[in-house]
Structure formats: C-alpha cells, structure tokens
C-alpha cells in the first residue's frame, strides 16, 4: 500500500472482533466531548509532504505529528474504511457498492465467502450483520485488483500489505452502533453527497447520481457522471443496522453533505460565530463526526478530497 500523508489523527475505540479483549483504560484523560476524524487518502506521503500545494497538511505534519511510517491495514479503499469504523474488513475486500436494503442476500461474515473486485467482481456487497469470519489479509495479493487477469499484475495494483492478517471472528457492527447503544450521538459528513442522501447511491457529483431513479444523469449528455461522492468511501452505508434504521440514533439520517440543513457548514456556523466574538483560536464542534471529502484534500468547501469524519453530535 502507499505511505499516507497523516495529519492530526484522533484514535477512537472501534468495534474489535468478538473475541477480542478489551486493554486497559488508560487513566489521566478528560472527558472527550467532542471527536472529529478526518481521513484523506490517495496520495504517497513523498507527494505530500514538502509539497507547497498542501500547506494545509504539511503545516499539521510540522506542529502536530507525521507517521512516517503508517501503512494502511489491506487493499482498495473500501477495506480499509470498514476497518476504521469496525476493527473488521468484515469479509469485504472490494470497492464494490451496497446492495441495497437487500434482506434476502448472505453477508459475507456469515458464508465466509470474501467479496473480491476481482479476478471477477463478486458483486454488490450484502449488508453487514450478524457474527462469523471476516476475510483474512495477505501479505502480497496479486490477484484481486488486476486490471486484465490471467495476466501478470502490473506495478501499482499488486496490494503490498507487508504482514498478513488470519481471519477473525467478528460482530458486524460499528463504532456508530455502540455510540447509538450508549445513548451518545455520531454523524458522518460526506462532501458532494446528492441533496436526497446516500440511500441507495454508489456515486454522485453532488447533485447527480448514478441511481436512474434519483437525479440520473441527463440523457444526452456527453459527459459521464464525475464520481466526486463514492459509497466505498462512506462505510457505514454498508451495515444493515445504518441501511434499516430501526434503532434510534442509528441510521441514514445520520449522513450528511457538507452543505444544506443539518450539513457540516451549518453545523460550524455557530461555533465560527462564537469563536469570532471571543477570538479565539480553537474550535468548537458536537460530539463524534465523520468526514469524508471527494478527493484528498483539507476541510474546506472548495476541498475536492477523500473525506471521512466521524463525529458524535
């Protein structure tokens, strides 16, 4: 995997595996109140760093912390954003989408059967639930993301892990279900998410999806929808407890845009309003977001960045 860029980072307590064991609580920190994780991706840390196009994360490198030697856990993107939110690549190794609200199919978990892009796309992923084995990581895959399998793997797409992972027994759940358990609250901003929300959308633009029933892309247009909004990059939408909603705190309402009623820029208005008439210089948020941009980048509206926070509020 590629060496990313780390800016400030916030480690949350995930959902281990089943029959993980919890470590010591460590003493000596207050109360958090408010927790924010910020993911950007894409990029090799030797393009970032000392890159003058990035000062926004190359300035945190230098007065926060840089992980220079931080790896992502497994290979594509959507792995790796289950296992932030899980502790568990919950048998999904693929970016594939969700299949939707889908009550008939088998989780992955439960047939032990991984969902791959490739040598051939397993499909739409099933909703995540119930207890079984996730996917096993291995140290070097030279199958699944290959562009023209049988042939040989180009540079750039064998998955490079260093170290596997076994497979483990895992509980399909997410930090979101155990905040919603707890009684806190979370939400996960999601830049050019459509105006309508994430059900039911693999890619948007922000306004257009790819959903035929859900502002398609207009026939005619010699222009294909710019995938600025990916469901691979919004973990949650694959669990069948966010996709049902039937536990109070605990469903697609909780994922918004960026812009628009209860969106991130609304949700920071008032804390800039505060912090304009006390000067100070800090920041106010709820109580644990997400955050996801479209491409790598800060958070900011005119970001075009991979972003995913985290965020109870």
Known sequence: MKKMAATAIFLVALAGTLLAQDGPVPGGIPRLDHVFV???ENHGFNQIVGNPNAPFANQMAKTANSASNYFAVGHPSL???LEVVGGSNFGVRSDNNPDWHNGNCTPNLLSGIPNLDGPVSSGKVCPIAGVGTDAATPAIDISNECPNPP?????????IDGSSLPAANTLGKTIADQLAAEGRTWKTYQESLPPTGADSIGFSDGFFTDNPNIHPVPAGETQSLIKLYAAKHNPFVYFRSVQEGQVPGLSLKNIVGFEGENGLFEDLAPARRLISRLSLPTSATTSMAAATPARPAI???TTTAHKQDLIPV
């Open 38 to 40: 910020i993911m950007m």
């Open 79 to 81: 792995t790796n954003y």
């Open 151 to 159: 042939q040989l793997c180009p540079p750039g797409f064998i998955d």
């Open 299 to 301: 958070l900011t509206r």
